[in-house]
């Protein structure tokens, strides 16, 4: 879903010969919808009449290249390449009027140029000159850009900065969130020069976008204005579906909180108790004061505040669990929207209970019924986020947590692989090894990639030790391979009320050979939920060349000693003819 933004714009000559002021706004098309809603707004500057040229150039091409650059790329990067490009366009053409010198009395072209970007939920601001942008919110108005001129605008002299003024173009780029309510008004100096900020907040809030905008520019002639007049009103009426872009944008700009207290109040979030603290994250409970609702919130421990690429995966994490649980948090933990956060942290929901770990520690015996029903949930939530393209990387029994309510949900999306993860993120060699299928711990740079079926085996581990509290290879440490080289023993000869059905499911999930295994979670649903009506055949002996490759080598090294100890003996004992 694009922006749902109303949008007004009126333009006047004034006392002017000529309107050199020209605005316009762009909205997506169906398949451009990633880069979001521009408005330009530009004053021309020239004593030979080009100003109405490069104002009207710089906007049509700046909403016109905007949308033909990479997806990828940032909306910072995606404004200074294209208003670089104009800049490089009119330098050129003023040179080649003025026998390649660029001189204003002359009638070179130039421009004032102020552009905004609505993407995702958050703007980006790109300005140069002496146009402005202001924001209105929650009753207050704020200046959002810095007029480059030689002076106040009542003593200006001429403008330090313009689109085809110099060889390079410096362009002030302004990032921050959007929310709903919000007002932006672009203006020329015809506008702005002659009202007060109060009189331009009054007016840019009544009536629609577009009776503002009249307002405005009439007000501003009416009253002694001596330039051409242009403004432009955006109203934010709805967001666009949250970016990473913006979770990542809050990461490098917002703060780290210090270490927070019970009692203590950011953004309306009243902390309850400090959850954990690991040298990395802190967790807390808090209390929405408004609404009252119980919510966790995550952020980075104050030594980390300064690492960049803790943000970044904090940021990754936040916008993945947004993500994956905006249709269907069903079996996960839904990511809640901060209302306008002063610093970098993340919101959940709050689920009491505890954790699969904690039960098991306890020695909670599960029915065989209570350990099916909850696969059922986890495996239904490790297939909605690989259908989202996304590879859990570490279910463990910490990280399966039981509701007071009953349900059963998955924790931690903080190692997740979404595809845009930060590098640091995708470089590290994340999970718990006792839980991690061998080949990650192979040669092959392919297989050791974790994937969907990394996740299927480690819910494998997780139901072999729900149903017997037991791992079934044992404590596994980092880069211990040993312990694979046998089969699981099958969870009946362990428990016997657990049914031969699911002796076949557990072992399939953590067989030796990845190609005996559940390939993707719906699959795994599928067995689960068929039971005995439909059970699956039992699962083969994994090979002794499969399981220990170089056992024939040391048979072999033993048959050898053996033989040449014979040969030894019999040359050195047995008689002689």
Not at 14 to 22: A, V, Y
Not at 154 to 168: I, N, P, Y
Not at 251 to 266: C, I, N, S
Request: charged share 25%; aromatic share 6%.
């Amino acid at each position: 879903m694009s922006f749902d933004v109303e949008v007004g714009h009126a333009s006047q000559r004034g006392p002017r010969e000529k309107l050199e002021d020209f605005a316009a706004v762009a909205r997506p098309a169906p398949h451009e919808e990633a880069w979001g809603v521009m408005a330009a707004i530009a004053d021309g500057v020239s004593s030979g009449g080009l100003g109405r040229e490069a104002a009207q150039t710089s906007v049509l091409a700046l909403l016109a290249d905007y949308y033909a650059t990479p997806a990828t790329w940032d909306t910072t990067v995606a404004l200074d390449r294209v208003i670089g490009a104009q800049n490089a366009w009119l330098l050129d053409h003023n040179r080649r009027r003025q026998g390649m010198k660029a001189d204003v009395g002359g009638g070179a072209a130039m421009t004032t140029l102020t552009t905004l970007v609505l993407r995702g939920h958050g703007f980006t601001l790109g300005h140069v000159g002496d146009t402005r942008a202001y924001l209105i919110r929650n009753g207050e108005c704020s200046q959002l850009t810095q007029d480059h001129t030689l002076g106040p605008l009542e003593f200006q002299h001429g403008l330090t900065r313009a689109v085809g003024l110099d060889d390079a173009v410096r362009v002030d780029y302004i990032e921050g969130d959007v929310q709903i309510g919000d007002v932006f008004v672009l203006t020329t100096d015809g506008v702005h020069g002659a009202l007060r900020p109060q009189q331009l907040q009054a007016l840019a809030e009544q009536g629609a976008s577009q009776e503002a905008c009249d307002a405005l520019v009439s007000k501003a002639l009416n009253g002694g204005g001596r330039d051409n007049a242009t403004a432009m009103v955006i109203r934010i009426k709805g967001l666009q579906a949250a970016l990473l872009e913006d979770a990542e944008r809050r990461g490098r700009l917002l703060p780290v909180p210090q270490r927070l207290q019970e009692g203590d109040v950011l953004d309306g979030l009243r902390v309850e108790v400090l959850v954990f603290s690991n040298g990395v994250h802190r967790l807390y409970r808090v209390k929405d004061v408004l609404t009252g609702q119980v919510l966790a919130l995550k952020t980075l421990h104050e030594a980390r505040a300064s690492d960049p690429e803790e943000r970044a995966m904090l940021a990754h994490e936040a916008w993945l669990g947004a993500r994956v649980t905006e249709r269907d948090a069903k079996g996960l933990i839904k990511v809640v929207e901060p209302r306008a956060p002063t610093a970098f942290y993340t919101l959940f929901e709050w689920h009491s209970g505890t954790s699969l770990a904690d039960l098991l520690v306890k020695q909670h015996r599960f029915d065989v019924r209570e350990v099916v029903e909850g696969a059922l949930v986890v495996a239904r939530a490790l297939g909605r986020l690989h259908q989202h393209g996304v590879v859990h990387r570490d279910i463990k029994p910490d990280n399966v947590h039981l509701g007071d309510d009953g349900q059963w949900r998955v924790l931690d999306l903080g190692v997740a692989l979404s595809g845009k993860e930060p590098p640091a993120l995708r470089q590290l060699h994340a999970g718990t090894p006792s839980y991690m299928n061998p080949e990650q711990w192979g040669d092959d740079p392919h297989e050791a990639c974790a994937d969907a079926q990394s996740d299927l085996f480690a819910l494998g581990v997780t139901l072999y030790q729900w149903l017997t509290g037991r791992l079934p290879y044992g404590d596994i440490e980092p880069y211990q391979t040993g312990r694979h080289r046998r089969d699981p023993v099958a969870p009946s000869r362990l428990r016997p009320d657990v049914p031969i059905w699911l002796d076949h499911i557990v072992l399939k999930a953590v067989a030796l050979d990845r190609k005996q295994r559940f390939e993707t979670a719906e699959e795994l649903l599928l067995a689960l939920e068929r039971g005995a009506s439909r059970p699956l055949p039992a699962p083969q002996a994994t090979p002794l060349m499969s399981r220990d490759p170089v056992v024939l080598w040391r048979i072999a090294f033993v048959v050898s000693v053996l033989v040449n100890v014979l040969l030894i003996y019999w040359l050195a004992f047995l008689p002689r003819a």
